[in-house]
Nanobody
Framework: QLHLVESGGGLVETGGSLRLSCAAS????????MAWFRQAPGKEREIVAS????????YYGEAVEGRFTISRDNARNTMYLQMNNLKPDDTAVYYC????????????WGQGTQVTVSS
């Protein structure tokens, strides 16, 4: 079984920064892409950013582009999300997810980490 474990969440003031990490462990999975999603109370889950594992090509949601940076360390099987200039609207549970090569969806998920931005 593949496990994804997020870390780095917490409470920060508006304008502050946090860095999330997502470490993959367990059985070998050939990764096509990984992504960060978030879900705020009463809202639908939305994609924050994604990165293709082999090429490093990135995608950002409109709400975070220019403020967040997604990256990965292939050797450590770890993905990161650097979040700068945080806003109260960024408050949510952040989840990392993995899509396998040949897969059509993100079918491995972490347990989530809470990010709270105070105004």
């Amino acid at each position: 079984q593949l496990h994804l474990v997020e870390s780095g969440g917490g409470l920060v003031e508006t304008g502050g920064s946090l860095r999330l990490s997502c470490a993959a462990s367990g059985r070998t999975v050939y990764t096509y892409a990984m992504a960060w999603f978030r879900q705020a109370p009463g809202k639908e889950r939305e994609i924050v950013a994604s990165i293709r594992w082999s090429t490093g090509i990135t995608y950002y949601g409109e709400a975070v582009e220019g403020r967040f940076t997604i990256s990965r360390d292939n050797a450590r099987n770890t993905m990161y999300l650097q979040m700068n200039n945080l806003k109260p609207d960024d408050t949510a549970v952040y989840y990392c997810a993995l899509q396998r090569i040949g897969g059509t969806n993100y079918d491995f998920w972490g347990q989530g980490t809470q990010v709270t931005v105070s105004s």
